[in-house]
């Protein structure tokens, strides 16, 4: 059944809420809805305290290492972990405490999907895909979703589709769709990018962007036949944000668990 997941969003070290597409390079281009002045731990705790599994941490960039470690400190085996995630370093994020790793850009070298670096990487993880998360971050091309890497900025060669999903699933246990042109905007869903993920999707998937409420919880709940689960960010009142509080959020999946 459709839950609500939370997360963790760090960037240069801080705990954020950022539009999606102004994730550049340039930090004057970077439009940013929110700064927490809470460590990633306190999130971490919340979290845990309030049993909400699945949640992510995403490292935007670099200088997030230590913050994102003191998030698995304190609910270790509780959270999910990405950003720069490799074949290098994804057993490192497990024994540290992330009860899955998150990976994209890795698999798609200057853009283009690399069965090889996907075999790499499991095999980093004894070839375990219960503790791999595929993300497929995608930005629309009219009437099709393409995905996004290098903090959403570069579209691959991979369109998100029927075809794609089956061709992943073997490999890992469930995936994280960030609609990038709906992210951080409050602005709804991607009701129709929503509705295909329940059609093509056979194991847990994620979608997160532009959700604002309750009310948006409901309609991924009814536009999925709860398949999706929903993250929401920017709206939530521990965000800085006033379509939701946090604690509705947690009521909402106590009742519909």
Request: proline share 2%; aromatic share 8%.
């Amino acid at each position: 059944m459709t839950k609500f997941r939370p997360c963790i969003d760090l960037h240069s070290g801080q705990v954020k809420q950022i539009v999606g597409g102004t994730l550049t390079t340039a930090s004057a281009d970077l439009k940013t809805n929110y700064v927490s002045k809470l460590p990633a731990s306190y999130f971490a705790k919340l979290y845990k305290d309030n049993g909400l599994a699945g949640a992510h941490v995403i490292m935007l960039g670099p200088g997030n290492e230590d913050a994102a470690s003191e998030a698995l400190s304190e609910w270790n085996g509780g959270l999910q972990v990405g950003g720069g995630i490799n074949d290098k370093n994804a057993k490192q994020w497990i024994d540290w405490g992330a009860e899955k790793v998150i990976i994209t850009s890795y698999l798609f070298p200057e853009g283009k999907f690399s069965k090889e670096n996907l075999d790499l990487v499991l095999a980093a993880l004894d070839g375990d895909k219960e503790k791999l998360v595929i993300d497929l971050s995608c930005r629309r091309r009219e009437e099709t979703w393409f995905v996004a890497m290098n903090k959403w900025q570069t579209i691959t060669d991979m369109e998100v589709n029927e075809n794609s999903i089956k061709m992943l699933e073997p490999y890992c246990s469930e995936f994280l769709i960030h609609a990038a042109d709906n992210e951080g905007l409050q602005k709804g869903i991607d009701e129709k990018l929503v509705e295909r993920l329940a059609e093509w999707c056979n194991i847990p998937v994620t979608y997160a962007g532009g959700g604002r409420n309750l009310q948006d919880l409901d309609h991924v709940k009814t536009l999925s036949g709860g398949k999706v689960d929903l993250t929401i960010g920017s709206a939530l009142d521990v965000f800085g944000g006033s379509g939701v509080t946090f604690e509705e959020c947690v009521n909402w999946n106590k009742s519909h668990a």
